[in-house]
């Protein structure tokens, strides 16, 4: 039976965090744009280094929120105010100072929820099995080692040439990586 196996990418180790940011620098102004690093712990302006622009996912919970908080207030207002008004004890039926903390619990309920559900779907998570995790050495990356992954899909991918450039950059050692 033959093996299907297909090239994902090259995998480069680095000892530092010194190391792999400014390897990251190297791949970034070289014109690499299909990579990633992978730290044990966050390595300070690294997304920099990697030349990621900001996050999406602010926007999108200013927006859930704003929508919540508008949601919650018409639906309390038009409740209240126009499907069923009770006039109890001559309070207003539109009373703004009532409706704040439900309004505020659904902003929050709103938000919450969107940058949860946000963050898993713009980080493509959860990944079950990813080619990786089949990488004895990729274990320490949870432990004490760097690593950086450039992808078969960038436009400047060419096998032979990407190992040599990432042992430029200081890697300890490459690894081609296969699905």
Request: one cysteine or more; hydrophobic letters at 45%.
């Amino acid at each position: 039976m033959a093996s299907d196996k297909r090239e994902v990418g090259i995998l480069a180790e680095y000892d530092t965090p010194g190391a792999i940011f400014h390897a990251c620098e190297q791949i970034r102004d070289a014109g690499f744009r299909r990579f990633d690093a992978y730290t044990p712990f966050p390595v300070h302006n690294l997304d920099r280094a990697m030349g990621l622009g900001p996050s999406y996912l602010p926007w999108l919970v200013l927006i859930a929120a704003a929508t919540g908080a508008t949601l919650a207030m018409w639906l309390m207002v038009w409740t209240s105010a126009y499907d069923l008004p009770l006039n109890i004890g001559g309070k207003p039926t539109f009373s703004i100072p009532a409706f704040i903390p439900v309004t505020f619990e659904v902003t929050i309920l709103f938000g919450g929820l969107t940058a949860v559900f946000g963050m898993f779907v713009l980080n493509g998570m959860p990944t079950y099995h990813h080619p990786l995790f089949a990488i004895e050495r990729f274990a320490t990356v949870t432990d004490d080692k760097f690593f950086v992954m450039i992808e078969t899909k960038d436009k400047k991918y060419d096998r032979e040439s990407v190992i040599d450039f990432l042992a430029r950059t200081g890697a300890k050692s490459t690894t081609v990586v296969e699905a």
